[in-house]
């Protein structure tokens, strides 16, 4: 089980709650547990989320373990210039 | 076993020097190829026609005097693009924006375009081409915009989107200040400036195969794109990228490229499209005007117990998450225990915005780092020192949310404090101001082939452009990893069709991901290259250690066998395995995000508001600085695109919605004659998520300069500016306002 924080639209979508806990080992099953568990949640993931672990931004690699005791961000995925 | 990307502190040889550029020499003899300069045998001349009308529904479009017009091969409209976007609401956007479908959305959208014998036939075209418009009202101002009751683009509000960041109790950190500034500031919109236009050749096939030679920041993102939005197999577009003349940002989006392979494709020949300036400015992507509200408060010892800003940024007629960089950018570089932010994107009818260096980062910097000014002068203490008291450092919860690692805004603005500007004399009239900057930076997909040639000279093929010296950069990496000098090593861009999928260069990725790819397609190589040597020698390829750009045979019992170089081993492939290479394809996470902290020295003319920048100093980290030059380069550029931003450029609108200062002369970007010498000093805090500890350094130095130049100019005037650009009439109305108050 690891904790998921959500950024302030993120948590809307989620029914209002900053904060999730979800059975995931890794970020491909986050997301598809988040998807599954909030439904409103799935345009966002669909459309592209960056998962911050411990401070590391992880935009693309699902096969990223998520550490038991790690700080979990999510934050959306970023454009640059 | 994955590539270890984690950081080890190392000697360098090469990293860290500083070789001539290779491609210095064709730059400035004309011998460079950019993208107007690609040409094809039979090749037509495209020109668009853009709506003369800010708002106007298109109610029809007849194209027939046009296409009987001798000489013209091809006449398209949107039906000539049909949406092959699955419903993907970007995508459509993006094929909205490169033909209008049912309204013009803005001054300068395209509604049509001609493809040619001769640019004078493609000209008389257009005029031949009739657009039935009814003209509707308009709204290109972000606070009007959001106005009840303000002309509306789309069904469903101007408002296109709210985020929000934050954490704390605001509202309980504002009741434990002693000390509050609130302000709205105010920025116009500006373009890249990129002295290059879009410029392509677009060849489409009977047999549905096409090529585009192209400028950008990303071939392999505008052959997806183009693509999709084409209807075509990715793998049938060939995309080739041409040198590039300036991006920051403007040449990650798609603008004229499709139309150019839909005139192809129905001409059956080579289309070459070439945009004017004024089609740049008031078609391209320039970067969002803003509307910031700013609240910050501290306790009179100095430490800032609440801070909030809710951001409206314009993102023209479709929406983007502009404001939102801006909201999770404002705060980014203090330890906030309370601290909210909020952004609006808004829809107005001006050109879609696009990304510019750092997007939107430097619009939240300067309402936030102008107030953190003021606040600080409130309480009487130094800014610098002030900033320091609220500092982020390696485990700080983040205004946008997660810890940070080890980070440099703490030491970039202890490098300032002690830095000589500050201690310089100032003269008449002439204010000193400082700010801070952040961008996150990130990494993405990346591939790199590494060919080593019979004569153990090496090739590097990646698929990030150049856009800032990545070339010279990635043959150092190489150089390094390799153990060989760099004079023996040139690197290349290759096409979509040689090399794996490359994300584009943005995001300060460019050096940061390809010099990963770099390194993990060098590793692989020495591997190989210890193979070749122990077959060579005979011996078990455990035996064959690599050091110092050589294979060594390690053991007493090895002790009378020379080592051997890259070209003796080269030299041999052909009877060893063939072919020696080492290939890479990654998804390079991990970059370390980037603060800069800026001084700036302004003097004011008093009678007539003219500015003049007298000293200019930039501190950044860069993570480790692979070929510092560029690094100060990268540094000098953002800081001269930030004054531009502060003091002169802006797009103006007239009542009509039509942009009145398409060009450089009445949209003036500085030169060097208006710049000083702008000094720069690069810190070292290194990544621990790359392997020679390297951050990009591409963007922020664009974030500081609005804050810190408006910063100087309020303390040269004595008036807090609030309004970029700070255009000698606006100086001017300040002065007087403050005067009548």
């Known amino acids: 089980m690891v904790e998921v924080t959500l950024w302030g639209t993120l948590g809307a979508a989620a029914g209002g709650k900053d904060k999730l806990e979800v059975e995931a080992k890794d970020i491909r099953e986050l997301f598809r547990k988040l998807a599954e568990q909030y439904p409103g949640l799935e345009p966002y993931i669909e459309q592209g989320i960056a998962v911050a672990i411990d401070g590391v931004i992880y935009r693309d690699t699902w096969s990223k373990e998520l550490p038991q005791d790690a700080e979990i961000f999510l934050l959306p995925r970023l454009a640059g210039g | 076993m994955g590539f270890d990307q984690s950081y080890s502190a190392r000697k360098f040889k090469s990293v860290g020097t500083r070789p001539l550029r290779p491609d210095g020499v064709d730059k400035v003899t004309g011998r460079a190829r950019y993208g107007a300069d690609f040409n094809m045998p039979g090749q037509l001349v495209g020109r668009v026609l853009r709506s003369p009308h800010a708002h106007a529904r298109i109610r029809g479009i007849d194209t027939s005097k046009a296409e009987a017009l001798k000489g013209v091969k091809a006449v398209i409209t949107a039906a000539d693009l049909p949406d092959h976007t699955e419903g993907d609401s970007e995508l459509y956007n993006i094929l909205d924006n490169c033909m209008a479908r049912s309204k013009a959305f803005y001054d300068g959208h395209a509604v049509a375009a001609v493809a040619a014998v001769d640019a004078a036939t493609a000209r008389k075209a257009l005029k031949l081409i009739e657009v039935d418009y009814e003209v509707l009202p308009h709204v290109t101002d972000v606070d009007e915009a959001m106005k009840p009751g303000a002309p509306q683009l789309h069904e469903s509000s101007n408002m296109a989107n709210r985020s929000e960041y934050g954490h704390g109790d605001v509202d309980a950190g504002f009741n434990q200040a002693e000390v509050i500034v609130e302000r709205t500031y105010k920025t116009e919109q500006t373009h890249q400036g990129y002295i290059e236009p879009h410029a392509c050749v677009a060849s489409v096939n009977g047999d549905g195969t096409g090529d585009l030679w192209v400028c950008t920041q990303g071939h392999f993102v505008y052959r997806q794109v183009c693509a999709s939005l084409l209807g075509m197999d990715v793998s049938k577009l060939r995309v080739t990228s041409s040198e590039i003349g300036g991006g920051f940002g403007g040449k990650t989006h798609v603008w004229a490229e499709p139309v150019a392979l839909a005139l192809s494709r129905k001409a059956g020949r080579p289309v070459k499209l070439v945009m004017t300036r004024d089609e740049v400015f008031r078609a391209s992507g320039p970067t969002s005007a803003t509307s910031i509200d700013v609240k910050i408060g501290a306790t009179r010892e100095g430490k800032i117990t609440a801070a909030s800003a809710t951001l409206r940024y314009t993102c023209g007629p479709y929406v983007g998450m502009w404001a939102e960089l801006g909201a999770m950018t404002a705060f980014a570089p203090y330890d906030l225990e309370n601290v909210k932010t909020v952004g609006f994107e808004v829809l107005v009818n001006r050109p879609k915005v696009a990304a510019y260096r750092a997007p939107s980062a430097p619009m939240a910097a300067f309402a936030v780092e102008s107030a953190v000014d003021e606040l600080a002068r409130k309480i009487g203490m130094d800014p610098v020192e002030f900033r320091i008291a609220n500092v982020a450092s390696e485990g700080t919860k983040s205004s946008y949310g997660p810890v940070y690692g080890p980070i440099g805004i703490g030491p970039t603005l202890e490098a300032v404090r002690d830095h000589p500007h500050m201690k310089a004399p100032l003269g008449e009239n002439q204010g000193r101001g400082m700010a801070c900057g952040f961008w996150f930076n990130f990494g993405g997909q990346t591939c790199t082939d590494l060919n080593i040639g019979a004569d153990g000279t090496v090739t590097i093929a990646v698929g990030t452009v150049d856009v800032g010296g990545s070339r010279a950069s990635l ?267």
């Open chain 2, 475 to 741: 043959s150092l990496v190489a150089a390094e990893e390799l153990g060989i000098p760099y004079e023996q090593v040139k690197a290349v861009v290759a096409d979509t069709s040689t090399l794996g999928y490359n994300d584009m260069t943005d995001g300060s990725r460019g050096t940061f991901s390809s010099s990963m790819a770099t390194i993990s397609a060098a590793r692989n190589a020495i591997t190989v290259m210890r193979e070749r040597a122990a077959q060579m020698w005979d011996i078990p390829v455990g035996d064959v250690v690599w050091e110092e750009g050589h294979a060594k045979a390690k053991g007493e019992k090895h002790g009378n066998l020379p080592p051997l170089s890259v070209k003796e081993i080269a030299e041999k492939a052909g009877n060893t395995g063939g072919p020696i290479a080492g290939h890479s394809e990654i998804v390079a996470d991990g970059a370390g995000v980037s603060f800069a902290t800026h001084i700036c020295d302004i003097e004011v003319d008093p009678q007539t508001g003219a500015t003049r920048v007298v000293r200019y100093t930039v501190v950044q980290d860069a993570g480790k600085a692979v070929h510092p030059t560029y690094v100060e380069g990268q540094y000098q550029g953002g800081a001269a695109q930030g004054i531009g931003w502060a003091l002169n450029e802006e797009y103006i609108y007239g009542k009509d919605g039509r942009l009145q200062n398409p060009g450089f002369l009445d949209y003036r970007i500085p030169v060097c004659s208006d710049l000083p010498m702008i000094d720069t000093q690069i810190l070292e805090i290194p990544n621990p998520n790359h392997p020679y500890g390297i951050r990009g350094v591409g963007e922020t130095s664009i974030v500081p300069p609005l804050a810190a130049i408006a910063n100087a100019v309020s303390n040269a005037v004595g008036v807090r500016m609030t309004h970029i650009p700070m255009s000698p009439p606006r100086i001017l109305a300040s002065l007087e306002a403050e005067k009548g108050a």
